[in-house]
């Protein structure tokens, strides 16, 4: 089947830790059918799967939650006495990509489109979309955009000290919209109707994290706000006929420990992208937009 290349659709993908297990069967489902989106935004874990969905790279986001979810080199409270993370950063975007399950850097550096992560910068509170092609093999923009405070460290890069892009802009449809693009695919991690609301945690880490960056709590008390507003404005262009957009029919867990559980959630992507196949190629040929 020839490639399927669409030029004016964005490709935007929510966060969510592990419920992006969903995230991964509809990525994988699209590279079955040979589907390449050009332009992708990935915010927090599913810039995770973006990059996995951009090498070409077939259940790899199955395969590393599946197989070291409970593996405490890869998530587990002894990784804070080492490196202040739940998670193992070394292990997880080092180790892992580069020795254990070998990530495909060649076909992701040989991209023929746009791939951006958004992360926020501590000092701004302001999101930023870095070029995800000038990743380094130790995957540092991938740590940062996925740095929930408390849960991961700061991440430096050039000095700079950023967090989970999430916390300014959860939803990355207005750098799409500001890069020029009117229609989109929009893969979420919450089902339809779902608002967020201010949790204990981000409280307890808004306090704590004030005196050194006021700014970005700033951005992390606006967070609800931005979070539900983005959610009206992508259900607002769907109405449109501007977005179509995959939500998972029930809520997913954001921790989840049941390896059953994550693989029916990948099977549950897998088939829901299969069972709107039909649907989404009128929506990227919508008004003839050719393929490359």
């Not at 039909?278 to 393929?291: D, K, M, R, W, Y």
Request: proline residues 5%; negative net charge; hydrophobic residues 35%.
């Amino acid at each position: 089947m020839n490639e399927i290349r669409p030029t004016d659709v964005s490709l935007l993908l929510e966060g969510g830790t592990f419920r992006t297990i969903y995230t991964g069967g509809i990525l994988d489902y699209l590279i079955d059918q040979n589907i390449q989106m050009p332009y992708i935004l990935g915010i927090s874990a599913g810039a995770i799967n973006a990059a996995s969905y951009v090498s070409k790279q077939k259940e790899r986001t199955l395969r590393i939650f599946t197989n070291y979810r409970h593996d405490k080199r890869y998530m587990g409270v002894r990784n804070f006495f080492k490196e202040k993370s739940l998670f193992g950063l070394d292990f997880a975007y080092n180790i892992l990509p580069n020795q254990l399950d070998l990530f495909d850097w060649d076909t992701f550096y040989d991209f023929n489109g746009t791939i951006k992560f958004g992360v926020t910068n501590a000092y701004t509170g302001e999101v930023e979309y870095m070029n995800a092609l000038d990743m380094d093999r130790e995957c540092t923009m991938l740590r940062a955009t996925c740095a929930i405070p408390f849960i991961f460290p700061e991440i430096k890069i050039n000095d700079v000290p950023y967090f989970d892009g999430g916390l300014s802009e959860p939803i990355p449809i207005h750098q799409a919209i500001a890069d020029g693009y009117e229609r989109h695919v929009i893969i979420l991690t919450r089902p339809k109707g779902y608002r967020k609301t201010l949790d204990r945690k981000t409280k307890w880490a808004m306090q704590f994290l004030r005196k050194k960056y006021p700014k970005l709590v700033d951005a992390m008390e606006q967070r609800v706000n931005h979070y539900n507003a983005d959610l009206e404005l992508c259900e607002q262009l769907e109405e449109e006929g501007k977005a179509f957009i995959f939500r998972p029919p029930y809520p997913l867990n954001s921790f989840e420990k049941n390896i059953s559980t994550i693989k029916d959630s990948y099977q549950m992507g897998y088939e829901l992208a299969a069972k709107r196949a039909i649907a989404l190629e009128h929506f990227l040929i919508q008004n003839g937009t050719p393929f490359d």
